[in-house]
């Protein structure tokens, strides 16, 4: 089971995931040693979801012009 090294954010840089809970130990106090005001953790990886949104526009072509003013007034 993989290991990953958690700085006070989840970073999902693939080279903070270790195979071994050795390797990211040494990380981890590489990154204190480097910076002792960071919270640095380690733990074990049970679960890795990810997702995708895709975004697309267009040019609406002879769109009417949006209206002002109050909107559900009557």
Known sequence: ???VVLAPFYNIDPSM???TEAEAEAKAKEMLNS???IEVRTAQLLKKYSASVR???A???DAAPAQTGDVGSA
């Open 35 to 37: 910076n002792p005001n």
């Open 59 to 61: 040019v609406i072509e």
């Open 55 to 57: 975004v697309t526009s």
């Open 1 to 3: 089971m993989p290991y």
């Open 17 to 19: 995931e270790f195979a």
